[in-house]
């Protein structure tokens, strides 16, 4: 999906691609509260700090691509500034247990996509969507991911975002206190990416 978007709006790939700039690009989960005492609780914003992108692309044929993008599930920290030190902690350990992600057992979030639906494409500007399939918690289903992108400099800029429902991977949303306590089934996923030529590393 990302380096993709990268190569079709203008820009020349170079021999060994476009690579992700780590330091400037963003991945968030952002989870949702919900129940009766809602109004006392907090969303939770995820952020992977183990995350690649990786794709094979060629130029003349912009129908044909691959793309691979991959999180630890392990990683996932709660960027949520109103808990505190000890309560993210707390939400990063439950998340990462058999009770929520599984990550002993599933390792690996991974998004992959085959085909891309451009809707508007211009010089130096595309929106698209990556159709592929997402594999979560050991259930593979398919996802579709819109995302705009624009050429800044020699940098590729792509936004985007997209929604889905725990229950579809195999996750019971947390309900505690008989649902009093408990976080929405949909999650919100948003990235704001930046990509450089591989060779500007």
Do not use: C, Y
Not at 11 to 36: I, M, N
């Amino acid at each position: 999906m990302i380096w993709f978007l990268a190569t079709t709006a203008g820009a020349q790939p170079t021999s060994s691609g476009w690579e992700l700039d780590r330091k400037t690009s963003e991945l968030t989960v952002h989870v949702f509260k919900s129940g009766l005492f809602s109004g006392f609780l907090h969303d939770h914003l995820f952020v992977p700090s183990q995350w690649s992108v990786t794709a094979q692309f060629n130029a003349s044929r912009p129908e044909a691509f691959h793309v691979e993008v991959v999180a630890a599930a392990a990683s996932l920290r709660d960027m949520q500034l109103k808990l505190s030190a000890e309560d993210r902690a707390k939400v990063e350990s439950q998340v990462a247990t058999s009770d929520v992600l599984d990550a002993n057992r599933f390792p690996d979030i991974r998004f992959v996509a085959d085909r891309l639906v451009v809707s508007t494409q211009k010089t130096d500007e595309l929106e698209g969507t990556a159709v592929g399939k997402l594999t979560l918690h050991g259930i593979t289903r398919p996802l579709e991911v819109p995302a705009h992108l624009w050429r800044r400099g020699n940098e590729q800029v792509v936004l985007g975002k997209v929604s889905f429902n725990q229950s579809d991977f195999g996750i019971s949303p947390l309900h505690k206190a008989v649902g009093a306590i408990a976080v929405e089934d949909r999650v919100l996923v948003d990235f704001a990416l930046h990509l450089r030529p591989a060779s500007e590393k």
